[in-house]
């Protein structure tokens, strides 16, 4: 037979040893609907590693066939002391199934033996035609198969094992690995073996000796052999001779299978694009899905044309720029007649105090979209209308409340428009809310994720378009071709996603009143706080800065003489060499790489026993308030307004609350002197107040009414200290009696349950033995066992149905609580049971915030929202209008929800935040 040697090797793939592999060495993924992806990623990377490595090669992905084999047959317990498939692993098959048929690789399942013999069937025969097969596995009992033409490779190791390859490993050649795992048995498949001999003695037998026959034709001989035991274990041979020849043959792999297939029908087929995008979407996988439509990765089909075309928006597309008055004022026909339609703006910055505006762009319906360009410069570009007369055409449609305008991240949109004396209105929808209330964790919000999630589309990016880095064009350089295309798109696909996600929310329980009554509403008026903006106290934070430098030099010369020499305190490396290596601190947690850690969580827990980690913790905590805030929010105050404008986000945390950078608002300490010295420096302007008013343990109040307990009702209708009635509760004492300690030990207990604290971790919050602190627990519990019955049914609920809601409807879906991971598990049951409270809490915060903005513009006072930080809202008010801004706001928010407990809400003001809070 003719020889093949010069054609590219065979692939086998152990497609079932490497499924569970990828399974128990990666850690556990989901999609954000609960389905497990873990182990199917982990196999496709794996192929996808084999594909670029031998590129021109065959290949066959093998996997086990449901029911029993011919080894069952010869041997009842044949891996029966095997787990059932866990079923976050048995619900991953099918879809890794179809991911490898769609990427074009041929799937063998054969019923009645084992994916080792179908491979080692397939190996022979290529094998015999002198053709290399290379079988990529990570199961020792296929070393059998290496000869001349067969070897292994392992993807997850990276080693290569030919015949010189395995007796170095081994320390046998592959001839003699059968007779190895007859002799020593295997575990893992619950083949016997001989009783009594293990890895060494039947190394000792094979490499005396020989193979199985030649060791019960030579038993006499074994006891001359030099290894402990020798004496003995041909007595054992003897005894056990059927076991030893019935464990060969489980252990031999068949090379004779009956199959439908040969090594000729193996080709890789070209990949099925069509069904990959839907798996990809499905699945959440993400950056394969963008390499998919970009045309990169080895699964894409090869494109001649300049434009790849999937970078074109599904179906037919026509996008159009419009440069002249005649085609302007077609398309403000269009929007007119519309109703509602998407809208887009281009700028120069992605600060909204800061960004000129260079174009916009409408979707009236899917696939029809236009740019209106009116301020790029770049040399040879075509003349533009004049944008301030083209802004005075637009401003009756932009501001004409009965005409609908669907954006993505509408609120910067807004703020852009708005230093053009337009206001926005008729804000119909947001496809970034939308996808938020429908699910805040299955995907990022921003156009392009959600372009790639709902609609299975990659979007041109704006980096495409102005490159990268220092040399990055800002828009209004950008040729106008391009820019079109581009700004065209952005609505285009905004049109599409609302039409995609409308429907989804409506279809979800209360999602849609979340959506129309909070979320739309609160971005025009969050636009409008983030430009208010507030008045900071430069000098003040200068001389803040300045302190806290030579503060931070002062501990850092405490810190090199506590350690014995000079280091970088902020070198996590250099600490751990010192106060792990050097000072032999107890090592509490280790890195993922094995290193002993130096997290705050680490540091704070050794500084309570050791001097320098105080000292590090505490040159920490300075240098990151002085980095994140004295240093920085000089730099933030806007030229134009003298003011600091945060960037206030509705889309970010999972639970509903907001969050805010360029300055983050809420991360500023409140309970250390550092802190309250940065509040100190937000002030009002000359003859001005600032209020702040802040909901009065608002989580709290929630759980009294989620959980309906008598005990927590009663304590909050009766006005009581809930920490101090909870002290004396658990304690066993009266209200009057409680010392400072027990009230600070009930309160940690109190917030710790609402954020699903265990027993071990109120004991390191109170530095108290973790019996004691269960124990404090258990007496919580039986003083509010109605607490205990909300979180009992919460978990239940949330398993079941796999989310959790606010009292408004808002859901969080927990992928991870029906997980086999307990640490998952049980770390989606702790945001089960908070997440309710949280999210109610934003909800609440969001409906009194538009409650209170509608009763300022009815009441004629000269005061504005100027911040919102947790549960606390901040004004700047007229000074002598401050009582009459407390009297109206106070009602507004204690009554934006009707709980079984009141509403509590305490104002006061001050120049600065620090007085008002």
């Not at 939308?434 to 921003?446: I, K, M």
């Not at 409008?528 to 803040?544: A, M, P, S, T």
């Amino acid at each position: 037979m003719a020889s093949s040697t010069s054609l590219p090797p065979l692939i086998l793939v152990d497609g079932s040893s490497y499924l569970y592999r990828a399974f128990h060495a990666l850690p556990p993924l989901t999609t954000s609907r609960g389905q497990p992806t873990g182990a199917i990623k982990g196999v496709l990377n794996m192929l996808k590693s084999l594909i670029k490595t031998w590129p021109d090669s065959p290949m066959g992905v093998v996997f086990d066939a449901k029911g029993p084999t011919f080894r069952d047959a010869l041997f009842a317990e044949y891996k029966s002391h095997r787990p059932p498939m866990p079923d976050d692993l048995r619900s991953q098959i099918e879809p890794l199934h179809a991911c490898v048929k769609a990427l074009g690789l041929p799937l063998l399942c054969v019923e009645g033996v084992e994916a080792d013999d179908v491979i080692g069937t397939l190996a022979r025969q290529a094998a015999a035609n002198g053709r290399d097969v290379i079988i990529s596995t990570g199961d020792k009992d296929m070393a059998q198969l290496v000869c001349p033409h067969v070897s292994l490779v392992n993807t997850m190791t990276g080693s290569h094992l030919d015949e010189a390859g395995v007796k170095e490993k081994y320390g046998i050649g592959p001839e003699l690995i059968i007779d190895f795992l007859a002799l020593m048995g295997d575990k893992s498949d619950n083949i016997p073996g001989v009783p009594g001999i293990g890895e060494k003695t039947a190394l000792a037998l094979l490499q005396g000796i020989g193979g199985l026959d030649d060791l019960y034709a030579r038993l006499d001989e074994i006891a001359q052999l030099d290894f402990r035991g020798a004496k003995t274990t041909g007595k054992k041979l003897e005894e056990h001779k059927d076991q030893a020849y019935l464990s060969y043959q489980l252990a031999t792999i068949k090379t004779d299978c009956a199959l439908d297939v040969t090594t000729d029908d193996l080709d890789i087929a070209h990949p099925d694009r069509k069904a990959l995008q839907t798996l990809y979407t499905e699945l959440e996988f993400k950056s394969w899905l963008a390499e998919l439509l970009s045309g990169e990765g080895q699964e894409s089909a090869p494109t001649t044309s300049a434009v790849n075309p999937t970078t074109q928006p599904p179906d037919e597309t026509h996008y159009t720029t419009l440069l002249t008055q005649h085609e302007l004022d077609q398309w403000l026909n269009k929007l007119r007649q519309a109703g509602c339609f998407a809208l887009d703006t281009e700028t120069t910055s992605l600060n909204y105090m800061q960004a000129e505006l260079v174009g916009l762009s409408f979707a009236v319906q899917a696939g029809e979209a236009a740019y209106l360009p009116l301020a790029h410069d770049y040399p040879g570009v075509p003349e533009q209308l004049d944008r301030q007369a083209v802004l005075q055409q637009l401003q009756p449609l932009l501001e004409d409340p009965s005409i609908g305008k669907i954006g993505q991240n509408l609120k910067y949109d807004m703020s852009v428009l708005a230093r053009y004396g337009i206001t926005l209105r008729g804000i119909r929808s947001d496809t970034m809310l939308e996808s938020y209330v429908l699910n805040s964790t299955a995907t990022r919000h921003d156009m392009d994720s959600l372009a790639l999630k709902y609609l299975g589309h990659k979007t041109v990016s704006f980096e495409d378009i102005a490159g990268k880095g220092a040399k990055q064009l800002t828009f209004d350089q950008i040729e106008l071709e391009q820019a079109s295309f581009y700004a065209a798109e952005d609505a285009d696909i905004t049109l599409r996603l609302h039409q995609t996600l409308a429907p989804q929310v409506q279809a979800a329980g209360r999602l849609q009143q979340v959506l129309e009554q909070l979320e739309i509403p609160l971005l025009s008026l969050l636009s409008k706080i983030e430009r208010n903006g507030v008045k900071i106290d430069v000098l003040h934070l200068q001389r803040h800065s300045q302190e806290m430098a030579r503060r931070i030099l002062e501990l850092e010369a405490e810190a090199h003489q506590l350690a014995g020499r000079a280091c970088n305190l902020g070198s996590p490396k250099q600490l751990a060499e010192i106060l792990f290596d050097e000072q032999k601190l107890p090592v509490i947690k280790k890195t993922p790489k094995g290193a002993p850690s130096t997290a705050e969580a680490i540091l704070e827990e050794l500084a309570l026993d050791f001097p320098l980690p105080k000292i590090i913790m505490e040159h920490r905590g300075l240098s990151k308030l002085r980095n994140t805030y004295t240093d920085k929010l000089p730099q933030l105050v806007e030229p134009t307004t003298g003011r600091v404008h945060t960037s206030y986000h509705q889309a970010v945390t999972a639970t509903g609350r907001l969050s805010s950078s360029d300055p983050n608002l809420q991360n500023i300490p409140i309970r250390s002197e550092e802190g309250r010295r940065i509040r100190q420096a937000f002030i009002a302007e000359p003859g001005y107040q600032l209020v702040a008013a802040d909901y009065s343990q608002i989580e709290l109040r929630i759980m009294a009414h989620l959980s309906g307990d008598e005990g927590l009702l009663k304590a909050f209708a009766e006005g009581l200290d809930i920490h101090r009635a909870t002290a004396a509760e658990v304690f066993g004492t009266t209200p009057d009696q409680v010392t400072a300690d027990q009230r600070r030990n009930a309160k940690a207990i109190n917030f710790g349950l609402i954020y699903g604290m265990s027993a071990f971790g109120l004991s390191r919050q109170l530095h108290i033995d973790p019996g004691q602190a269960k124990l404090y627990i258990e007496k919580y519990f039986e003083r509010y066992p109605g607490v205990r019955r909300y979180m009992d049914a919460t978990r239940s609920q949330a398993a079941e149905q796999g989310y959790v809601e606010t009292l408004a409807g808002r859901r969080l879906y927990l992928p991870e609580i029906r997980s086999s991971n307990f640490n998952q598990r049980q770390a989606a049951e702790r945001t089960a049971i908070n997440a309710p409270m949280q999210g109610t809490a934003a909800d609440i915060m969001k409906a009194a915030m538009l409650a209170v903005d509608q009763w300022l513009e009815a009441s004629g006072l000269d005061a504005c929202i100027i911040m919102q930080v947790h549960d606390e809202l901040v004004f700047e008010v007229k000074a002598d209008q401050v009582d009459a801004l407390i009297q109206g706001i106070k009602p507004c928010m204690e009554q934006a929800a009707q709980l079984h407990v009141p509403l509590l809400v305490e104002a006061s003001s001050g120049s600065n935040w620090d007085e008002a809070h």
